[in-house]
């Protein structure tokens, strides 16, 4: 579901405080590109402020990812695995980049496979989040995976990850202590629908 879909279906309050306003909106005048890798790109721009001044923006441009909150028997399958950006180990719902025009739903469903050997029946949109909108334009789209079947795990080259099965309980209370952080894992989680999930 893209932006405009979504904007429709939200409460008008909500619309009417999401409508572009000259007031706040910032145009931007220069563009540079700066670094290019594999995964991300940085730009640095120019923009004009709505009085009239300029501002310096860093933007990091990312094709963005797909998620997976996978759940059977009142258990959530997530991902152990050791972020260097972190230094420590982390445990997030499986997830991965999207390629360059691949839907959301493909790449749920491939990463899904490669990370747990999870095959899902049905994958349902959840919700869509930024991680750090304030920067970059990455999006994570996340998917509940159900009608689980097992298959085996098939990580990619370089990609060392474990699947563990928790308590969905558990993983909220780890959520609200504080020891699971990971944006989508926190936001695919707690936008659970409530009742049997198998």
Same mark, same amino acid.
């Not at 969905?168 to 629908?193: E, F, S």
């Given at each position: 579901m893209g932006w405009d879909d979504s904007l429709e279906q939200a409460p008008g309050p909500v619309r009417h405080a999401l409508e572009s306003g000259s007031n706040l909106t910032e145009r931007v005048c220069t563009c540079n590109e700066e670094w290019q890798?594999?995964?991300?790109?940085?730009?640095?721009?120019?923009?004009?402020?709505?009085?009239?001044?300029?501002?310096?923006?860093?933007?990091?441009?990312?094709?963005?990812?797909?998620?997976?909150?996978?759940?059977?028997?009142?258990?959530?399958?997530? *991902? +152990?695995?050791?972020?260097?950006?972190?230094?420590?180990?982390?445990?997030?719902?499986? #997830? &991965?980049? $999207?390629?360059?025009?691949?839907?959301?739903?493909?790449?749920?469903?491939?990463?899904?496979?490669?990370e747990t050997g999870l095959v899902a029946a049905r994958l349902e949109p959840l919700l869509t989040t930024l991680g750090s909108p304030g920067f970059t334009d990455e999006h994570t789209e996340v998917f509940l995976a159900t009608g689980l079947s097992q298959g085996p795990a098939a990580p990619d080259e370089g990609e060392f990850v474990d699947a563990v099965w928790?308590?969905?309980?558990? *993983? +909220?209370?780890?959520?609200?202590?504080?020891?699971?952080?990971?944006?989508?894992?926190? #936001? &695919?989680? $707690?936008?659970?629908?409530?009742?049997?999930?198998?």
């Open positions: 890798g594999r995964i991300f790109s940085v730009q640095t721009l120019d923009v004009e402020l709505p009085d009239g001044s300029h501002g310096y923006r860093e933007v990091v441009r990312h094709h963005g990812g797909a998620a997976v909150v996978a759940v059977r028997d009142g258990r959530v399958c997530l *991902v +152990r695995q050791y972020r260097v950006a972190q230094g420590r180990m982390t445990l997030e719902i499986p #997830a &991965g980049k $999207l390629e360059p025009g691949e839907a959301g739903a493909s790449c749920a469903a491939r990463e899904l496979m490669e928790l308590l969905l309980a558990d *993983v +909220r209370a780890a959520i609200r202590c504080g020891c699971i952080q990971d944006a989508k894992t926190v #936001a &695919g989680v $707690l936008a659970l629908p409530h009742g049997d999930l198998r």
